[in-house]
């Protein structure tokens, strides 16, 4: 009980970040759009989505150092305005950087 407790606050962080992400996502599309900037690709896309919940399910877990977890926070705005000034590959390759956190395992007891 005392794990849930203590993955509460970066669990309310972490949906914070998402809720921000997506009011950006829903902000520069239009603005971009409009300025005859290249849009949000589609891989660009995936990965966020991706990134996103994967950064979610290891602030629950509560078992990285809330620091890295921010690093990784940080990593992905750059991509995304990586990804939205035209830079798929580069944009793509940090994305990637955050994935290498690795998925949550949870051992059965």
Do not use: W
């Not at 606050?9 to 914070?16: A, L």
């Amino acid at each position: 009980m005392a794990a849930s407790r203590a993955a509460g606050p970066i669990t309310g962080i972490c949906r914070v970040f998402a809720a921000s992400v997506l009011g950006v996502h829903l902000v520069m599309v239009p603005g971009a759009m409009a300025q005859g900037q290249p849009g949000f690709a589609r891989e660009c896309a995936a990965k966020e989505i991706t990134t996103i919940t994967l950064i979610e399910d290891h602030g629950e877990a509560a078992i990285l150092p809330s620091e890295r977890l921010h690093d990784a926070a940080e990593t992905q705005l750059r991509a995304r305005s990586v990804c939205y000034a035209g830079r798929v590959d580069e944009a793509l390759a940090l994305y990637d950087s955050i994935l290498a956190l690795g998925p949550i395992t949870t051992a059965k007891r």
